[in-house]
């Protein structure tokens, strides 16, 4: 049973910064595409960041372009989001996503796998 669990969600000011966590168990990690999505109350979820597992090559979405960066742990199955520069816009509940198809682009939709969400809250 593949699970996933997300930390390091929060409230920080505008202009701050915040790295979320997803901690992934069981299937096979390095065979993973992985995403980032996020949903605000009354619409519907967007996707965030993806990153394929093969070749590493990264897709986002265009209003976090040179903000936010996604990466991946292979030794300890996690991957990341780093949020720099955060906007009030970008308050959300975060959510990580994998995606168990060997593939070199990476993804928008599709995931398989879902974790339960962590807040983020940027303020004035």
């Known amino acids: 049973q593949v699970q996933l669990v997300e930390s390091g969600g929060g409230l920080v000011h505008a202009g701050g910064s915040l790295r979320l966590s997803c901690t992934v168990s069981?299937?096979?990690?390095?065979?993973?595409?992985l995403g980032w999505f996020r949903r605000v109350p009354g619409k519907e979820r967007e996707f965030v960041a993806a990153?394929?597992?093969?070749?590493?090559?990264?897709s986002y979405l265009e209003s976090v372009k040179g903000r936010f960066t996604i990466s991946r742990d292979n030794a300890e199955t996690m991957f990341y989001l780093r949020m720099d520069n955060l906007k009030l816009e970008d308050t959300a509940v975060y959510y990580c996503?994998?995606?168990?198809?060997?593939?070199?682009?990476?993804?928008?939709?599709?995931?398989?796998?879902w974790g339960q969400g962590t807040q983020v809250t940027v303020s004035r």
């Open positions: 996503a994998a995606r168990d198809v060997l593939s070199s682009i990476p993804v928008r939709d599709g995931y398989d796998y």
């Open positions: 069981g299937g096979s990690f390095t065979q993973y595409g």
């Open positions: 990153l394929a597992p093969v070749g590493g090559d990264t």
